[in-house]
């Protein structure tokens, strides 16, 4: 296989078996259906296999797909040539949700898939994955705490996260040049509407981008002082210290200003 492929997908098969029965025995034991993302090899599905009856997988590389249904057959595995970004998720898996998930994530698109799976509470319980140690930081990141950015406030929407244990490069073949953390995540669902959490996102990821910045100067021009004290807020902070409450009270203290200059004389 080419490297450039082999790069762009992400495959760094991991080759430490007492590595993937930690992370399989992360799940728990109900509910007993669980989809793994980016199978490869079968490093992880062998362990998933032995705990459930249930595995389906979503492999993106055809070959290695067409490998692995090879050496799974008659184990019960359930093996889509798919693309975990776009595939439907609702005709996958809505009919027998809840569901678990677990994945040794591929880099180049991890953090957009775990982006993808972290709202949907209504089809996954528990989501067990591997993802780089520096990436997996900023998930479980506290407002103030180092990596605190767009990643821990969508986290912090959807879901309880615990960060595990780390991984070490020579666990995988080829070894990446990083380090892997293992993160636990259990869903909940979400106590703003999608709209509040649409709009606290935005706010938060504009000002997000001038982290230096304290929040009257990171955040858009024409947002008063006060209405950033009227959310509670400090004017002198950091975006990257406010948490996710702080920012639903701004975008409806904003939405609010704007309404009532709208609807003003
Ligand atoms: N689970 C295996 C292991 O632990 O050894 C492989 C992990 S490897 C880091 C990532 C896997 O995800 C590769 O098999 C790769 O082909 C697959 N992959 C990459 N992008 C994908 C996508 N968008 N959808 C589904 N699978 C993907």
């Known amino acids: 296989m080419g490297r450039p492929k082999r790069r762009r997908l992400g495959q760094n098969f991991l080759v430490d078996r007492d590595v993937a029965k930690r992370i ?3 799940l728990a034991d109900d509910p007993p259906r669980v989809l793994e993302i980016g199978p490869g090899r079968g490093a992880l599905t062998e362990p998933l296999l032995e705990r459930f009856d249930r595995v389906l997988a979503l492999e993106i590389d055809e070959p290695l797909a067409a490998q692995l249904s090879r050496s799974f057959v008659g184990r ?59 990436v997996a930081r900023r998930v479980v990141a506290e407002p103030a705490g180092s990596g605190h950015g767009l990643l821990a406030l969508e986290r912090a929407a959807y879901a309880d996260a615990r960060l595990l244990f780390e991984v070490p490069a020579r666990s995988f073949r080829p070894p990446p040049k990083v380090v892997s953390s293992v ?10 509407t999608a709209d509040e959490l649409s709009a606290a996102f935005s706010l938060a990821a504009g000002a997000l981008t001038r982290p230096r910045k304290v929040l009257t100067n990171a955040l858009a021009r024409g947002v008063e002082v006060d209405r950033i004290e ?3 807020l400090d ?6 210290t406010v948490p996710l409450e702080g920012w639903v009270r701004l975008a409806a203290v904003l939405q609010e200003s704007h309404k009532s200059v709208d609807g003003g004389v």
């Open 24 to 26: 399989a025995a992360l």
């Open 235 to 240: 004017p002198s902070a950091r975006p990257g």
């Open 183 to 192: 993160l636990q995540l259990d869903l909940r669902r979400p106590e703003h």
């Open 76 to 134: 019960g595995l359930e093996l889509r040539h798919a693309d975990a970004l776009s595939i439907d998720l609702d005709s996958l898996l809505a009919a027998e949700s809840p569901w678990q998930a677990a994945s040794n994530l591929p880099y180049s698109v991890g953090t957009a898939i775990l982006r993808r799976l972290l709202p949907r509470h209504d089809l996954f319980t528990r989501i067990v994955v591997m993802l780089q140690s520096e």
């Open 230 to 232: 009227v959310a509670g």
